[in-house]
């Protein structure tokens, strides 16, 4: 188990919970979801992220939407449902709570 | 210069360099691969080949119109290793724990591999038994019964084709990761350098024909091996189960082969040459066969084989010589004819009834016995052949008596052994009055062996005289396709069963 490794399941681990703020704010095809995480300096394999969309859309908490694009092939544009909704809420609660609990720890 | 590939990707053309379409094929078949547990694996791929478009177009411009291989491995670094797509796997553990579970082997067509559909080469996959014994049984099957074919194109639509890299390792049961798909991608490779290499030399066409020929010698090499069982089926029989099958009747009994033989050979020295050529020519075919078909279906060649075809050619060609010095012994002794006549018996009248003897007159519990318990057209008894049917042939006479003369003839080594085994033909016959009462059997002994001894009866017919038999006039009787009304059939033959033919 190298350094990597952890920060890079750390980072898998949080990824779900991204994806729906970001979706919670406006519906998005997965190379704007990737180019807002770029953005935000989350570093993550661009491989990592199909996978998940379509699990979560399974899931019921995506929906999507294919749209026609004036430069390339037509995009798949995901937003969040309802129960994506109630669910993305569970997560913010608990992300506060860890929040809370790991700087209470680190800086103890 | 490069060569360049056209391709699609979600419905968008693209022209890319052979090398990088490799890259991005292998790319995109291990991501398959991995992604294959993956609930809505064909969605998650679709997503990325999108993505993949879109990379693709921000880096091509009017003036770089080729997609070439440092483009792909910057898409490919951007998107991942393949093992990054996984997104429960937690590293190395994971790998080794799903490399131990029972590999789940799966029946698939062999497309590389295939001659006609790939059936055989998939089941050959499956079940680890070489693909050429898997052929030649089903066309055994195919042979034999004509059911291999139906179960052939029955299994052709049902078992899907090993299309992708993962269906091949998963038809030899192999462990589906990422090292054996690096071997099965290299595998395709190599076959593929191969075709091209094959249609380059314009050799194309050539293989196919190699392919049919290859079927082609497979059922020859079949019917080889079924022939060389057949002969030795055969040459068991003959020599050591020696069954009673030959419809002649040796003591109430059938007639085996070896039986018919002793009535064949003067000496048994003779006998024993047929017999050793007859092992040895057996012993070569049944060998020759096999040889010939397994060199065919395996394509084995060996110089042991060589040799081997070489020894049983000369055991060949000896039992050839063996039995042809049999042969030739049964021709000489039967080089010369010889025949003898007797008178026996001047009816007057104009009327001769000929009737059929029968052979035991006596009564049991008041029924007269009709059948002579004889099945066969030859019989022994009593250290006699027996044999049916009887000759009879009419001519004018030249007095006004019936004149019937016996007629009997053989053939020989030499004339007087002609002779003496024409004297040796006994027939029973009685006259009483105007009838004939005649045997449809005559015999010899079976120390005179076949020689082809028949027996005749001459009979001159008084002018307006008339021959009966069995109640039927059959002398004169007017052939009625002649033109001369008067012109009579002038021969008669008795057979076993007492049915009486003429010409």
């Known amino acids: 188990m190298n350094v990597e490794n952890t920060q890079s399941q750390m980072r898998k681990g949080i990824l779900e919970y991204c994806i729906l703020s970001i979706l919670d704010k406006k519906e998005a095809y997965p190379s704007e979801i990737l180019e807002r995480l770029d953005l935000a300096q989350l570093k993550v394999v661009e491989g990592t992220i199909y996978p998940l969309l379509t699990r979560l859309k399974n899931m019921k908490l995506l929906d999507y939407r294919w749209a026609e694009s004036t430069s390339g092939p037509p995009r798949k544009y995901y937003t969040i449902t309802e129960d994506g909704k109630a669910f993305l809420s569970e997560l913010e609660r608990t992300w506060t709570e860890l929040q809370l609990a790991v700087s209470h720890i680190t800086t103890l | ?503």
């Open chain 2, 1 to 503: 210069m490069n060569k360049t590939v056209s391709i699609h990707l979600q419905g968008i053309p693209f022209i890319f360099e052979e090398q990088a379409f490799d890259r991005l094929n292998s790319y995109l078949q291990q991501l398959k691969l991995v992604l294959q547990k993956e609930e809505g694996s064909d969605e998650i791929l679709q997503d990325i080949e999108l993505r993949m478009v879109e990379l693709l177009q921000q880096q091509l411009t009017p003036f770089k119109q080729v997609v070439e291989l440092s483009m792909i491995e910057q898409i490919i670094g951007k998107l991942g290793k393949p093992e990054d797509f996984t997104d429960e796997s937690t590293g190395t553990n994971e790998t080794s724990a799903v490399t131990d579970e029972p590999i789940e082997k799966r029946l698939f067509r062999d497309g590389d591999r295939a001659m006609i559909g790939g059936v055989c080469a998939g089941v050959a996959a499956y079940s680890n038994i070489d693909v050429v014994i898997i052929r030649a049984i089903y066309i055994f099957t195919f042979l034999t019964f004509g059911i291999g074919f139906l179960l052939y194109i029955v299994l052709w639509a049902i078992i899907p084709m090993a299309k992708t890299s993962s269906d091949k390792l998963r038809m030899k049961g192999q462990h589906v990761n990422i090292e054996n798909m690096k071997s099965e991608l290299g595998d395709a490779a190599n076959r593929i350098k191969k075709g091209a290499k094959e249609l380059k030399s314009n050799s194309g066409i050539q293989s196919s024909i190699s392919g049919i020929l290859r079927i082609i010698s497979v059922i020859i090499g079949i019917w080889a091996l079924l022939f060389g069982t057949g002969i030795f089926v055969f040459a068991i029989v003959f020599f050591f189960v020696n069954p009673d099958i030959i419809p002649a009747q040796l003591n109430g009994r059938f007639m085996s082969f070896q039986d018919f033989g002793g009535l064949l050979f003067e000496s048994t020295s003779h006998e024993s040459y047929f017999y050793l050529g007859i092992a040895l020519i057996s012993i070569a075919v049944v060998a020759q066969s096999y040889l010939f078909g397994i060199r065919l279906i395996t394509q084995y060649k060996a110089t042991y084989l060589k040799v081997l075809i070489a020894i049983f050619g000369v055991t060949l060609v000896v039992g050839v010589i063996l039995v042809s010095l049999g042969g030739v012994q049964i021709g000489r002794s039967m080089a010369i004819y010889g025949e003898v006549e007797k008178e026996i018996a001047t009816i007057p009248g104009l009327e001769l009834n000929i009737e059929k003897k029968s052979i035991e007159s006596q009564l049991i519990d008041g029924f007269k016995i009709k059948s002579n318990g004889d099945e066969g057209v030859i019989t022994i008894k009593n250290g006699r052949v027996y044999l049916q049917g009887i000759e009879l042939v009419y001519s004018q006479s030249s007095d006004s008596l019936f004149h019937i003369k016996q007629i009997n003839d053989s053939q020989g080594r030499t004339h007087e052994s002609a002779l003496k085994k024409a004297r040796n033909i006994r027939c029973a016959y009685e006259f009483q009055d105007n009838r004939m009462l005649l045997e449809t059997m005559y015999s010899f002994p079976t120390s005179d062996k076949f020689r082809d001894q028949n027996v005749k009866f001459m009979i001159a017919v008084p002018s307006g005289g008339k021959i009966f038999y069995e109640k039927l006039q059959v002398y004169p009787s007017f052939i009625e396709e002649s033109d001369s009304t008067t012109e009579t059939y002038q021969h008669g033959y008795i057979s076993n069963d007492g049915e009486y033919s003429k010409w």
